[in-house]
């Protein structure tokens, strides 16, 4: 069996709008190779802070990262943290936020742009400091990795979906379009990585309002959808919590690690 895992952060993708627009995720939920679990995120409802609580479990009021201009390092355990130090390889191919949060910070985009360095906690990444930075290209970035470095931790964060959102709000065609074209381009490569046997795992860190923005506790704000794939989930109806995404995650790389996990989502 394959323990290597891909989690694909659709930013700001609200949950109802990936039951609508997402037709290859769903037509892979409905032939029982996927399953979609809604999940409330965590408060605020913002990027940077809901990074580190995918990647580390804890929810902003505990992490300090309580808003986007906050630019240090975590002060956390993360998946990437736990996994090199036990030796796994890991990448990203993601917004500059991420290499602040677990590699270096400040961002320098001349120095940190394309990181290959095995002493980091990302420790191949391929990061970006542009919201229209195209999702095609991203989705490049990250398969030039997965092919080239064999990471057995990849993180994958394209941000049209949330850019789009800010420019058009929740319920615009530029809004909904942008997910289907995200979906379409998963399914170029989610077959190739299903085949490959790797557990993946496609979510939000939060949804999108009509104001063009997001924060705070609407539906729509704190809706995100989690598609789980892959011989290690369980399939069946269960609660999961945003902040058991990343406990699960290091279950399915085999770490050592005192992270929440929704046991429900593992057989
Ligand atoms: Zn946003």
Known sequence: MNNKVILVVLDGLNLSVAQQCLGYLNSLTTSQQAMLYPITCELPSLSRPLYECLLTGIRP??????????????????????????????????????????????????????????ALNIQHGRFYHWDHYPDEALFLDAEYL????????????????????????????????????????????????????????????????NDCSHGGTLTEERAVPLFVIGERFSHQPTHIAQTDICGVVCELLGLVHNKPIARGLLQ
């Open 61 to 118: 009021v505990e992490s300090g990262i309580v808003h986007n201009h906050i630019h240090r390092r975590s002060h956390h355990e993360s998946v990437f943290s736990l996994a090199t130090q036990q030796g796994k390889t890991t990448a990203a191919a993601a917004y500059h936020w991420f290499s602040e949060l677990y590699n270096r910070s400040p961002y320098n985009p001349v120095e940190d742009r394309v990181t290959d360095d095995p």
């Open 146 to 209: 997965r092919r080239h470095y064999d990471p057995d931790f990849l993180l994958i964060h394209p941000m049209n979906i949330d850019d789009a959102g800010h420019q058009a709000g929740l319920d615009s065609a530029h809004y909904r379009n942008m997910a289907r074209k995200a979906d379409m381009i998963l399914s170029d490569f989610l077959p190739h990585w299903i085949e490959a046997g790797y557990h993946i795992l496609i979510t939000s860190d939060h949804g999108m309002n």
